[in-house]
């Protein structure tokens, strides 16, 4: 026990994780914090999830007792991996308290760490300082900085999704992350805003094939409309329509790395989705598929004979910008 006050984090969950082709147990950590220092990205509600201005002592015992709670709920169970998140960056030294890195590099000793940051906080020497407590030898990559990359393109990062970066500051970030010991995990983002379906099919895939050249992991996030952003004014709009799972069945299918994917409100109207009869089996094989890499699953999947597959064919074929979308 490393307090005697416990605060739950945002969300904590244990879970299954692939990595280096094996199934491993997760243990997945979402801490408040002060929030995103960007705080501007077009899709994204979790800057809402953040404390009200406080001083670094308050926050840094904040976290302390989130991380306590953590450590009491799972006292007796090791992880393999674990995975953290924050409202924006974990290696923002205004957002999580450095001392506080030192407290998770000790609690999850041993454990392969995943950690989600924004390119400008990867730091050689704070990178390197990190693993120094974090790794027992156990593994031979024991961090990974996970950063929201979203598209190699700049143009769709900068007018679709208000990333704040350039691609060059993720190569470099990389380079960095890799030169003090870490790899590298890219997220990607399937069909931001103002794109077409063909637009971003088109994207993602140059998107996954630019990205693995930087990364040994990569995620596809398919869009999922988020309440209190900018995505959801557009999408009540009638102006924005999530992608269709038919989508992202093909572009898992033809990716020449191994990309996993949880649609998160796959078949809801908020989240990825096809018409409804068929989403629950398409979102379920897409989930399985990423733990157990079978693509002769997805390739049995886009078999399945539904009527909105012809409507998603069309869609591709003949959507443009100026009449999106041409399905809800």
């Avoid at 393999?80 to 308290?97: A, H, L, Y």
């Avoid at 950690?115 to 906080?121: D, G, K, Q, V, W």
Wanted: charge should be negative; glycine fraction near 6%.
């Amino acid at each position: 026990m490393i307090s005697d006050e416990f605060e739950k984090p945002l969300a904590c969950w244990r879970g299954k994780e692939r990595h280096d082709g094996v199934l491993v147990d997760c243990l997945t950590v979402i801490f408040k914090t002060a929030g995103c220092s960007w705080s501007r990205c077009r899709m994204c509600s979790y800057h809402h999830e953040r404390y009200e201005r406080m001083s670094g002592d308050a926050l840094a015992s904040h976290l302390h007792n989130q991380l306590a709670w953590v450590c009491r709920e799972f006292a007796n169970e090791t992880f393999p991996m674990v995975k953290i998140f924050t409202s924006g960056s974990f290696f923002d030294p205004r957002e999580v308290p450095p001392a506080f890195l030192s407290e998770v590099a000790k609690a999850f000793h041993g454990s392969i760490l995943i950690a989600e940051t924004r390119p400008e906080y990867i730091d050689a020497d704070v990178i390197s300082g990190f693993i120094a407590e974090l790794d027992d030898g156990s593994h031979e990559t024991p961090l990974y900085c996970a950063i929201g990359l979203e598209t190699t393109n700049d143009t769709i990062r900068e007018k679709c999704i208000d990333k704040g970066f350039a691609f060059s500051d993720f190569t470099r970030a990389a380079s960095v992350a890799h030169g003090a010991g870490a790899g590298v995990k890219a997220y990607l983002l399937f069909k931001p805003l103002f794109l077409t379906e063909g637009e971003a099919f088109a994207d993602m895939q140059t998107s996954i094939e630019t990205a693995a050249q930087h990364a040994e992991i990569i995620s596809m996030n398919p869009c999922t409309v988020q309440k209190k952003t900018e995505l959801e004014y557009y999408w009540k709009r009638g102006e924005y329509r999530p992608p269709y799972l038919w989508s992202v069945l093909s572009l898992l299918k033809d990716a020449p790395v191994h990309v996993s994917c949880d649609p998160l409100g796959g078949g809801q109207k908020r989240g990825p989705h096809n018409c409804g009869k068929c989403d629950y089996d398409l979102v379920k094989g897409i989930r399985e598929y990423s733990l157990n890499a079978d693509r002769e699953l997805l390739g049995a999947l886009l078999e399945i004979e539904c009527a909105c597959k012809t409507e998603w064919d069309y869609i591709l074929a003949h959507e443009q910008p100026f009449c999106m979308p041409l399905t809800r």
